[in-house]
């Protein structure tokens, strides 16, 4: 029985991302705290750290749908196929355009 490549990566690439996901979700919840940092006193304002707030939350939620729709799209190009798939379509117009066949590159730029 060969070994099972193909799903040790898109498990490998799932764990990733669900750890990835863990530590955006904890960043996520630090800045929710309302009031401002005691280190952060003095430097900055309520102000100014509020709309750095309201910039940080945004950008993690940003994250999470990047993440989520490509850790599907990656799973997914790989779980089907599409890369080998798209390859030999590549080497079939290469064919059709009467390109030399045996030469990858011409196959890579069809």
Not at 38 to 63: C, M, N, T
Not at 78 to 88: A, E, S
Not at 102 to 109: F, N, S
């Amino acid at each position: 029985m060969a070994f099972p490549y193909l799903e040790v990566v898109i498990g490998f690439n799932v764990l990733t991302y669900v750890f990835q996901t863990y530590l955006n979700v904890r960043q996520y919840v630090a800045h929710k705290l309302p009031t401002l940092p005691k280190s952060l006193v003095g430097v900055s304002s309520q102000e100014k750290f509020e709309k750095s707030q309201a910039y940080s939350i945004d950008k993690s939620r940003f994250e999470f749908v990047c993440g989520f729709v490509g850790i599907v799209l990656d799973s997914g190009i790989l779980y089907f196929k599409i890369l080998p798939w798209l390859w030999q379509k590549c080497g079939d117009l290469s064919r059709h355009a009467a390109f030399n066949t045996k030469d990858e590159i011409w196959h890579t730029l069809a």
